[in-house]
Nanobody, 116 residues
Framework: QVQLVESGGGSVQPGGSLRLACAAS????????MSWYRQAPGKERELVAS????????KYADSVKGRFTISRDNAKNTVYLQMNSLSPEDTAVYYC?????????WGQGTQVTVSS
């Protein structure tokens, strides 16, 4: 069955880094555009970064530009989010999303907490 499994979340001090991974299975990963979203307590889910099928184009939310990098490895069916210079405002549950036409899949999320 279709699965998106996020990993790499945790607690980190301000200024630190984390690398999230989202491992896909049960569908043809290379056909799907991939995105990372996040949802902080009491806030709506927001798009953080997205990447096209072959990785040739990426987009970022203004709040993370220059700090976060999205990438994918189609041979490993995995999308990554490298997060640097983290701040408490980055605290949220991070979700990966796969989209191809009308097919949309979400992962279960991984918690990222930035605190001193």
């Amino acid at each position: 069955q279709v699965q998106l499994v996020e990993s790499g979340g945790g607690s980190v001090q301000p200024g630190g880094s984390l690398r999230l991974a989202c491992a896909a299975s049960g569908f043809t990963f290379r056909w799907y555009a991939m995105s990372w979203y996040r949802q902080a307590p009491g806030k709506e889910r927001e798009l953080v970064a997205s990447i096209t099928t072959a990785g040739g184009s990426t987009k970022y939310a203004d709040s993370v530009k220059g700090r976060f990098t999205i990438s994918r490895d189609n041979a490993k069916n995995t999308v990554y989010l490298q997060m640097n210079s983290l701040s408490p405002e980055d605290t949220a549950v991070y979700y990966c999303k796969a989209v191809w036409g009308g097919n949309v899949y979400w992962g279960q999320g991984t918690q990222v907490t930035v605190s001193s």
